[in-house]
T-cell receptor
Framework: AQKVTQAQTEISVVEKEDVTLDCVYE???????LFWYKQPPSGELVFLIR??????QNEISGRYSWNFQKSTSSFNFTITASQVVDSAVYFC?????????????????FGRGTSLIVHP | DVKVTQSSRYLVKRTGEKVFLECVQD?????MFWYRQDPGLGLRLIYF???????EKGDIPEGYSVSREKKERFSLILESASTNQTSMYLC????????????FGPGTRLTVL
């Protein structure tokens, strides 16, 4: 079975602070995919990024960066110079690469989410 | 603009009623999902469908059933609604491979009185 742990339930920061959201995963698959999603107060989850298990390069997109480390089974997300608009619930997710099969790990598993509150 | 739409944003039903939640996607996606979201519990998968008429149980299927008669539409059915089914219900879709990200609908907040 696969598992995603987001140990931080809620993080509160003041605007312009940097913040890191942690994601730790467990899987027996050798090929797998990791995702981050954002759920703003309006409610609709939006895809942010995907990483496959063979690509450990860090990714930067504007103020967002992602640090994938297979050695520690972590896929952490950092927001630099946070803004009020970053306030949202952030979910980390994992899916394996197996094809359709009953009980297969190809179905995404989500962490419980981290609520980020950015105060002005 | 790609879209997943859900039939209602808010719904209030009475205990024992049969409830239908509809989800439609316009991206020709093979996979469709129903989740419920509760505070502190994250997203929990109710049912998953990878093709028309095909379905698989998720983590919490009890008290729910689903129907997928057409590729673009995935319905969640509460046969006899109970108060513990009060929740936010999210529909999602994705292309066939697990490599692909999910697209989510806006959610239906269901209250069962």
């Amino acid at each position: 079975a696969q598992k995603v742990t987001q140990a931080q339930t809620e993080i509160s920061v003041v605007e312009k602070e940097d913040v890191t959201l942690d994601c730790v995963y467990e899987t027996r698959d050798t090929t797998y995919y990791l995702f981050w999603y954002k759920q703003p107060p309006s409610g609709e989850l939006v895809f942010l990024i995907r990483r496959n298990s063979f690509d450990e390069q860090n990714e930067i997109s504007g103020r967002y960066s992602w640090n994938f480390q297979k050695s520690t089974s972590s896929f952490n997300f950092t927001i630099t110079a946070s803004q009020v608009v970053d306030s949202a619930v952030y979910f980390c997710a994992l899916s394996g690469a197996l094809q359709h099969a009953s009980g297969g790990s190809y179905i995404p598993t989500f962490g419980r989410g981290t609520s980020l509150i950015v105060h002005p | 603009d790609v879209k997943v739409t859900q039939s209602s944003r808010y719904l209030v039903k009475r205990t024992g009623e049969k409830v239908f939640l509809e989800c439609v996607q316009d991206m020709d996606h093979e996979n469709m999902f129903w989740y419920r979201q509760d505070p502190g519990l994250g997203l929990r998968l109710i049912y998953f469908s990878y093709d028309v008429k095909m379905k698989e149980k998720g983590d919490i299927p009890e008290g729910y059933s689903v129907s997928r008669e057409k590729k673009e539409r995935f319905s969640l059915i509460l046969e006899s609604a109970s108060t513990n089914q009060t929740s936010m219900y999210l529909c999602a879709s994705s292309r066939g491979s697990s490599y692909n990200e999910q697209f989510f609908g806006p959610g239906t907040r269901l209250t069962v009185l």
